[in-house]
């Protein structure tokens, strides 16, 4: 395993990011607790400065566990637009409505039950797709829902360096997943992608025309 950036510069940044919303906090409590895979705060604020810059009218979320991801989409969304969730787990889906209905961006969700290969593709003209589903997916994915996108479409995929293991050779099914997703990517004329090195690598793939 290779470590994405230095645990020192990685607790510097989180030095600086101080958040005093109580449902933000309450979900990094629960992650931690659980020891549940979320992107955590410095992707989350790169999540809401990337939603303010391109200003979107509908967020896809392949993978959306109790709504981390989504709290940083929906606050920075624009009031007419729209951010679906998917998780295959009732409960994840029950806590993030509550949570939502709690903090008055309710109306900036659309909430789902179920697969979300099998409810991505029932969206049209998405502007950002965020995937952070199971990692043999992740190829499978972005071709399921190449038709889906818009015209000049964000593609953000966490986990895009997979600890470091992308490049150690590991052939497992998860980094293989990762690895295939990436080389496919960055090997397409109408996508020009690039990875950040934060956290655990997040891909941003901008769709040309």
């Avoid at 109408?190 to 901008?206: E, H, N, S």
Wanted: aromatic share 12%; glycine share 6%.
């Amino acid at each position: 395993m290779i470590p994405i950036t230095d645990p020192r510069i990685e607790e510097y940044l989180k030095g600086l990011t101080t958040e005093d919303d109580p449902h933000l906090l309450a979900m990094e409590a629960m992650a931690k607790e659980l020891t549940f895979p979320f992107v955590d705060r410095l992707v989350g604020r790169l999540l809401y400065i990337l939603t303010r810059i391109r200003q979107p009218r509908l967020v896809v979320e392949l993978g959306s566990g109790f709504g981390y991801s989504a709290w940083w989409f929906a606050r920075a969304i624009s009031i007419t637009g729209k951010v679906v969730m998917t998780d295959h787990a009732p409960e994840n889906i029950d806590y993030a409505r509550r949570m939502f209905q709690e903090n008055g961006l309710f109306d900036r969700l659309e909430f789902r039950v179920g697969d979300a290969l099998e409810i991505g593709p029932q969206y049209r003209d998405i502007d950002i797709l965020f995937i952070d589903i199971d990692k043999h997916q992740y190829r499978q994915a972005i071709e399921t829902m190449l038709p889906c996108l818009a015209k000049n479409a964000l593609v953000i995929a966490d986990n895009s360096l997979w600890y470091g293991k992308v490049a150690e050779g590991e052939d497992d099914p998860e980094t293989r997943g990762i690895r295939e997703f990436n080389e496919f990517m960055f090997s397409r004329q109408d996508f020009f992608p690039t990875i950040l090195p934060l956290r655990d690598g997040v891909m941003l793939a901008y769709r040309l025309g």
